[in-house]
């Protein structure tokens, strides 16, 4: 049998709404398995991994030991828990950002302006920018490339010397 390399993640820089979900092998306390999570949530994983410095399986697998744990502490039995590993880690991800929060990150990343889908894959194009996709398509051009949103931790994060909030 021929020998498995690394593989090459697939790099995906559409920010054109919602994509599908994903199917990634993941390494659980040892075992083998699969999660389906969206692009934007295996992206947040791999964040959160980095800044904490573990990587996602480790994560996952600290994740998955919590939700047993607390099932153990009500009485049931960790196979009985009504708690899926890809929900778990979805809630965790929501959490670990919310906990970040703060009121100076928000008003950087232009929350509370009455349009909670700006800068987000929900965001639709002004009827301008709308009308440049559809000229440049029909002349046979591509969609043009979205500048860089900014991200939950640069939001959140302290301000960058020399740079205004």
Known sequence: MAKRGPK??????????????????IMIG?????????????????????????????????????????????GIRPE?????????????????YRRACTEDGHMRAGHGGSDPFVGTPFELPTADEEDGVKAAVAAGG??????PTPGPTQAAGPAQPGLDA
């Open 8 to 25: 090459k993640k697939r790099v995906i820089t559409s920010h054109a709404g919602v994509e599908p979900l994903r199917s990634q092998n």
């Open 80 to 96: 009985d828990a009504d708690v899926t590993l890809t929900s778990a880690v979805r809630v965790f991800i929501a959490s670990y």
């Open 142 to 147: 591509s969609f043009p490339t979205p500048g």
């Open 30 to 74: 040892g075992h083998r398995t699969s999660m389906r999570l969206e692009p934007s949530m295996w992206d947040a994983l791999e964040e959160i991994g980095r800044r904490e410095c573990l990587t996602v399986n480790r994560l996952c697998t600290q994740i998955k030991e919590r939700i047993e744990e607390q099932a153990r502490r009500k």
